[in-house]
């Protein structure tokens, strides 16, 4: 069965840390692994998108990492803020014909002052 | 820059009765999406729409459940009877092309549906 499971649920942590969000699928065939940062009441933004032969992906002070041989992927924040404060949702992308797409449930960030 | 809307931000209605959310994807995208997202749930896939017609769809858009492309712009999901369980956030995406980098999705904002 094609899943998408992250970790952890949530997590806080002091404004300026770093933290690491994770993500194992069993998504296959694997087109795609996307991640998304959702704020409350908000449609998903695009942060990364990496296909199976990328292993890193950074846009500003995230930084994505994809391992397709064992099916993770990690999301890196550098020196959090407030406005880091959102859902965090794994999303992969499997070929089956029609681009099927599975959405992980999401970690809950909260970036404390 | 060029967004996906979304109209109404919320509707409310009546068991039973038929909703119509509309969705203007942006201009020079080719694939077109609705999801939908119960509170505290995470997004479900409910189809996708290629070429005046659907590519794709899920367990959850049963006969209930119809899209259209009515004119160059608008994208549609309708629901001809509602039931309280598809109370939930519908979100329309659509992209460029298809495979590899150019997969990258754009969402709306998202229609809050209520069923009373």
């Known amino acids: 069965k094609n899943q998408v499971e992250q970790s952890p649920q949530s997590l806080i942590i002091l404004e300026g840390k770093n933290c690491t969000l994770q993500?194992?699928?069993?998504?296959?065939?694997?087109?795609?692994l996307r991640w998304y940062k959702q704020d409350t009441g908000r449609g998903p933004v695009s942060l990364t998108i990496?296909?199976?032969?990328?292993n890193t992906k950074s846009n500003g002070r995230y930084t994505a990492t994809l391992d397709a041989d064992t099916k993770q992927s990690s999301l890196h924040i550098t020196a959090s803020q407030l406005s880091d404060s959102a859902s965090y949702i794994c999303?992969?992308?499997?070929?089956?014909?029609?681009?099927?797409?599975?959405f992980g449930a999401g970690t809950r960030l909260f970036v404390k002052a | 820059e060029p967004e996906v809307t979304q109209t109404p931000s919320h509707q409310v209605t009546q068991m039973g009765q038929e909703v119509i959310l509309r969705c203007v994807p942006i201009?020079?995208?080719?694939?077109f999406y609705w999801y939908r997202q119960i509170l505290g749930q995470k997004v479900e896939f409910l189809v996708s729409?290629?070429?005046?017609?659907?590519?794709?769809k899920s367990e959850i858009f049963d006969d209930q459940f119809s899209v259209e492309r009515p004119d160059g712009s608008n994208f549609t999901l309708k629901i001809r009877s509602t039931k309280l369980e598809d109370s939930a956030m519908y979100f329309c995406?659509?992209?460029?092309?298809?495979?590899?980098?150019?997969?990258?999705?754009?969402f709306g904002p998202g229609t809050r549906l209520t069923v009373l």
């Open positions: 995406a659509s992209r460029v092309s298809e495979g590899g980098r150019y997969n990258e999705q754009f």
């Open positions: 993500c194992n699928y069993t998504v296959s065939p694997f087109s795609n």
């Open positions: 990496m296909t199976f032969s990328e």
């Open positions: 999303v992969v992308s499997g070929d089956t014909g029609g681009f099927k797409t599975i």
């Open positions: 201009s020079n995208h080719l694939y």
């Open positions: 729409f290629y070429n005046n017609e659907i590519s794709e």
